[in-house]
């Protein structure tokens, strides 16, 4: 059963433009989003988080949004930029004792310069 | 302040061998996670480790099993190995198991193990 699923493959996007990946979850017992950045032959790297009781988080150039009655979570990346070109995984997370992260399968941006 | 570091980079053995992978936390947190990501999946979580009790596991048999000692470094050891525990391990630390700060994890770079 995959509770947090990203159905976007790969996406690919002119430098400049807005990149928008998306999430999707079916547990409504998550109450923190998280999304991280993936280079090959890196470990994740933070991106931003969500708390369930947000609908917005801003840093820069990344914005979160959460749709907490739909189960929905995107990520907006704008301008993008040919460095943001990797594998975005979302991940989700409940209070339930043991921190552990939900991950969707990824999504593959290509930003093009 | 040093990351999460993990060793080795690349390992490669065969089936039914043992194997251990290391992890040093990055300095302050005490907790450890330990995930596997199969190619084209995401990480899976094995289980996690605070204060070196084991705090959660996922759906992994017990031939994977863990330790974390007094400085919060840690071991995943993986017994019997077969053919689908060829993956990415990755090893994330954080600095507590509730509160904001703490649910966010810092990844290392992780181990490729390859199963012949």
């Known amino acids: 059963d995959q509770q947090v699923k990203q159905n976007s493959p790969s996406l690919s996007v002119q430098e400049g433009r807005i990149s928008i990946l998306n999430c999707d979850y079916t547990n409504s017992m998550f109450d923190y989003f998280l999304w991280y950045k993936k280079y090959p032959a890196e470990g994740p790297t933070f991106l931003i988080s969500?708390?369930?009781?947000?609908d917005k988080n801003e840093d820069g150039r990344f914005t979160v949004f959460l749709n907490k009655s739909a189960k929905h979570l995107s990520l907006h990346i704008v301008p993008s930029q040919p460095g943001d070109s990797a594998v975005y995984f979302c991940?989700?997370?409940?209070?339930?004792?043991?921190?552990?992260?939900?991950f969707g399968t990824g999504t593959r941006l290509k930003v093009l310069a | 302040e040093t990351g999460v570091t993990q060793s080795p980079t690349h390992l490669i053995k065969t089936r039914g061998q043992q194997v251990t992978l290391r992890c040093s936390s990055q300095s302050g947190h005490n907790t450890v996670s330990w995930y596997q990501q199969a190619l084209g999946q995401g990480p899976q979580f094995i289980f996690q480790y605070y204060r070196e009790e084991e705090n959660g596991r996922g759906n992994f048999p017990p031939r994977f099993s863990g330790l974390q000692f007094p400085n919060y470094s840690s071991e995943l050891n993986v017994n019997a190995l077969e053919l689908d525990d060829s993956a990415l391990y990755l090893c994330?630390?954080?600095?507590?198991?509730?509160?904001?700060?703490?649910?966010?994890?810092?990844f290392g770079p992780g181990t490729r193990l390859t199963v012949l």
């Open positions: 994330a630390s954080s600095s507590g198991t509730s509160g904001g700060a703490g649910r966010q994890q810092f």
């Open positions: 969500i708390s369930s009781i947000k």
């Open positions: 991940a989700a997370n409940h209070q339930s004792g043991t921190y552990k992260y939900i």
